[in-house]
């Protein structure tokens, strides 16, 4: 009996080992790559490294665009259930429509965005409702705290931070970063366990040339000009007239980018780099250096434009007042049509495009933005009977604002045509630089002397019987000079009688420049006068910014250290 | 003879007594180690949360202090209420230091 129940037992027990064999055959070996993968999923949670873009800091280091840290809603609508009043629920929480979150949400799929990057409050309020199958993903999202503020430079990014425009365009492989993924591991009730590895990875900062202080104040300026004169758009560039670092560029109308998505293409238009416009006076900056090089004329020159008038390819120009016999000096400082195509005339059309071209006009200033045109001007054998009295006023060419900057700043540091850029600085997130834009080389243009000599002659443009008297600031001499061009009317083809562009472009102090600047006020309604409408906004603008950037004073003593508020 | 046999006999139980107690808190103790090691990826796990969450808000907060120290919002604001204004150096002048200026002595000590 008792060998009987030994051998069943017996039995039992290897039946029993072989059948726990057979099944760990089972498990290890026959079903192993499926078991191994269905443990990994369970116990392994993978997700991707949230990739963050670098900051944008301004000259002083003031953060102009950097990531706020957001949690976009998801819906698993497999396991969505709203029960009988979460749809409403959602959309008071959610301040929309009901009907307008249920158009979101398919019947079938396990993933769908029901609104991206919401504000902490809300995503509070929602995790409140419980409901089941929605769920939060973080996201960073790009905020550009300072606003309308330099948008046209920093340029913006769409809903999944894709680089769109400006610097954040241009400059999108260092500022963006790849991701990859990181592995958590996980016990059964779903909890997490240290991963040890950093789950965010930064792209590079980029330190600009512009000053934010700065930025305010041409931006305050050019909004109160616009106010006043009821122009059609505005554009002020300030900038560093021996580095070429762009101190502040401002366009009107502008944008907000953060909300860019919903502002028209023209806002965003950065004007100062991809709208052409007639420079009208401004121009006479090439006829001046250029027959000042060349000696065909100097400031002491004389030159008869008593008629008022002068005659052209069959096509009379004039002047606005009747000036007499006028020094060249003078005929720059009063703007004087008559005599700059006299002069113009004796430097001959090879020798004006020759300096046209040296001082940039109708070539890409290759600043740091995209976008940019080129401008325009003919080669000599395509000029027209009449261009040899158009060009020498700013007919017949076109430029952007910071090519006539650009040829200014030749004049104001001593004859070298700098590279204008808006990007100092690209630094890595743990504070190493990869790049830097300073101490690059500049060409010669034109000679010192030359420079000098002109430079001279832009002041009196600004003293007593120049016409841009109205630009003259406080303390320092200003050098300049003031551009009044009519509009073509694309309908008439014709100059339009109406429509203006008014501009005033020089630097300060006159001596020691520290800005070169440029005011461009298009379509000024009640004055047309570059003098008038946009000398100010420089001379208010540049006030400012002397005071702001502590610059001495020309008749300051240095000595002197006490200050008192009168 | 009898003596020796039951000495040993009382080496070898108290061998074999170590042995399963050692074993037993072997055991124990691997099974505490492990324990303690789960425990501890649990804290490091919920610090690391804690750490993500902290960095959010940082984050914000620096979002927040950047546009609140905008010159806009500052001028505009700080301007109308507390009178603040940009620097304006015409506004100021320069009064030449006098090298000899001393302060006034009203000890009689070295008179």
């Excluded at chain 1, 890595?428 to 430079?455: L, V, Y």
């Excluded at chain 2, 320069?94 to 000890?107: C, F, G, I």
Aim: with cysteine; net charge positive.
């Amino acid at each position: 009996m008792n060998k009987k129940r030994a051998i069943i037992l017996s039995t039992v027990v290897i039946f029993s080992f072989f059948a726990v064999y057979l099944r760990l055959i089972d498990l290890m070996i026959l079903n192993h790559e499926r078991l191994l993968t269905e443990a990994k999923r369970r116990h392994i949670k993978v997700e991707d490294i949230q990739v963050r873009r670098g900051i944008i800091f301004d000259r002083r280091g003031r953060e102009l665009a950097l990531n706020l840290e957001l949690e976009s809603l998801y819906c698993d609508p497999e396991k969505l259930d709203l029960g009988n009043d979460g749809v409403i629920r959602l959309a008071s929480v959610m301040a929309k429509e009901p009907e307008v979150i249920l158009s979101k949400i398919p019947d079938r799929g396990r993933f769908v965005w029901v609104e991206r990057k919401l504000e902490p409050d809300t995503v509070e309020r929602i995790k409140g409702l419980n409901i089941k199958g929605l769920g939060f993903i973080p996201e960073a999202k790009r905020f550009y705290p300072k606003g309308e503020l330099a948008s046209h430079i920093l340029g913006f990014v769409g809903i999944d931070n894709q680089a769109l425009e400006g610097v954040e365009l241009k400059y999108n492989r260092y500022l963006k970063t790849t991701g990859g993924k990181v592995f958590f591991g996980r016990d059964a009730g779903g909890r997490i366990l240290s991963s040890g590895v950093e789950i965010e990875a930064k792209g590079n900062n980029i330190v600009l040339t512009i000053d934010e202080g700065l930025q305010y104040l041409v931006e305050k300026e050019i909004d109160t000009a616009m106010l006043k004169w009821k122009a059609s758009a505005a554009t002020a560039i300030m900038m560093d007239p021996f580095t070429g670092e762009i101190l502040a560029l401002a366009n009107r109308p502008a944008y907000d980018p953060n909300s860019a998505g919903s502002v028209r293409d023209s806002d965003r238009r950065n004007r100062a780099i991809t709208d052409c416009y007639e420079p009208g006076s401004t121009f006479k900056i090439v006829i001046g250096v250029a027959s000042l090089e060349e000696k065909v004329v100097k400031p002491g020159t004389l030159i008869d434009v008593s008629k008022g008038y002068i005659q052209v390819g069959g096509k009379t120009i004039r002047d606005v007042h009747k000036y007499g016999i006028l020094t060249f000096k003078e005929v720059i400082q009063k703007s004087s049509n008559v005599g700059s195509i006299a002069t113009g005339m004796r430097l001959g059309k090879d020798r004006m495009y020759k300096y046209a071209k040296l001082l940039g006009i109708g070539e890409k200033t290759d600043i740091d933005l995209l976008g940019e045109v080129s401008g325009w001007i003919r080669p000599p054998e395509k000029w027209s009977s009449t261009s040899i009295g158009a060009i020498p006023i700013g007919q017949e060419v076109a430029v952007t604002p910071l090519q006539m900057l650009r040829a200014y700043s030749a004049v104001a540091n001593g004859g070298f045509l700098v590279r204008p850029h808006v990007v100092s600085e690209i630094i890595s997130p743990d504070g190493q630089i990869i790049a830097s834009f300073r101490d690059k080389k500049m060409n010669r243009i034109i000679s010192a002397k030359t420079a000098e000599t002109f430079k001279d002659i832009l002041k009196s443009v600004v003293e007593e019987g120049g016409t841009g008297r109205s630009a003259s600031v406080d303390g320092n001499e200003v050098a300049g000079k003031t551009g009044t061009a009519q509009i073509i009317n694309p309908e008439t083809k014709r100059y339009s009688k109406e429509k203006y562009v008014s501009s005033f472009v020089g630097f300060v102090p006159a001596d020691n420049p520290r800005l070169a600047m440029i005011v461009v006020i298009y379509e000024p309604k009640g004055q047309i006068y570059g003098g008038v409408v946009a000398a100010p906004v420089f001379k208010n603008i540049a006030n400012q910014a002397l005071s702001y950037l502590d610059i001495p004073m020309d008749d300051d003593t240095y000595q002197a250290t006490l200050l008192v508020s009168k | 003879m009898i003596h020796t046999g039951s000495s040993k006999n009382i080496i070898s139980f108290i061998c074999n007594a170590l042995f399963i107690t050692l074993l037993i808190i072997g055991v124990f103790g691997l099974v505490y180690l492990r324990s303690s090691a789960m425990k501890l990826e649990y804290n490091l796990g919920d610090l690391e949360k804690t750490k993500m969450n902290y960095l959010r808000e940082r984050k914000t907060l620096l979002a927040e202090k950047a546009r609140l120290l905008s010159l806009k919002k500052f001028d505009v604001s700080s301007g109308e209420t507390y009178g603040f204004i940009f620097p304006d150096r015409i506004k100021v002048i320069h009064v030449k230091r006098q090298k000899e200026s001393l302060p006034y002595r009203a000890s009689l000590e070295s008179r």
